[in-house]
């Protein structure tokens, strides 16, 4: 994985977009589920937020929001569609860019991907306060190079011990090749209260031990929060309704809602 190791120069902060990669090294573990009632959350705080479906050969940001676009990113990138037609109102009061699933000519960067995902990228900034980029799974070249796209790294894992491994090789990556030094985590599914910080604990103790020293500077992954292991979440994924809505008082629309405010400017 040669190509992602440099990160695009950013504009001007002033004039564009917030833009956030929310990334997991493992999935299954409720990356999707997040950025969407987290995107939810956002805009419930007045803000403008449009949730992009990066993860180009496998997006299913469509079935968790229950919409059947008829124009998506592929469409743009083809050039049979204008951005503007693309862009589409969410549940939730967001905006979404959808991709097609299943297209295989986007699980290479090509240098063509590169480009038309920077365009567009360079062309939904300036019109939204936050952009969620919902990046793949793991650490392929599409992931890594979306990922360097956005301006902070949200980690996305669980507490199991295979998706606290992903976890740490994506962040081993992502210091190394992007030289990131600061990184957010949240970790989903946890069965008890405070177990997201044991998660947190032990992932810097390892980061501290293998990756600090390999990089020559601390690298910080901060705690953003937890999301716990709530039977209300199944439910309403089975009915592709987001729990920020559809059951606000349960716990795990509780724990996003302070998700979202610990994000917020």
Known sequence: MTAPTERPASTDRRSRAR???????????????????????????????????????????DVVLNLHPKITLHDVFTGEATLEQAVLAAPGGFSVLLAGSGLVEYSR???????????????????????LLDTGAGISDVVLYTVSLADEVLIVATPEPTSMTDAYATIKVLAMQQARRELRLVVN?????????????QLQQVIERFVSGAVGAPVRLELLGEVPLDPSVRAAVKKRQLVIESMPGTPAAQAITLLAARLSP
């Open 19 to 61: 833009i956030l990669a929310v990334t997991s090294g493992k999935g299954g573990v409720g990356k999707t589920f997040i950025a969407a009632n987290l995107a939810a959350s956002l805009a419930a705080r007045g803000l403008r937020v449009l949730v992009l479906d990066a993860d180009l050969g496998l997006a299913n940001l």
């Open 109 to 131: 960067l090509t240098p063509e991907v590169r480009e038309k995902l920077l365009a567009v990228i360079e062309q939904v900034t300036p019109r939204f306060d936050i952009v």
């Open 189 to 201: 599914q946890v069965p008890r209260a405070g177990d997201g910080r044991g998660v947190a604990t």
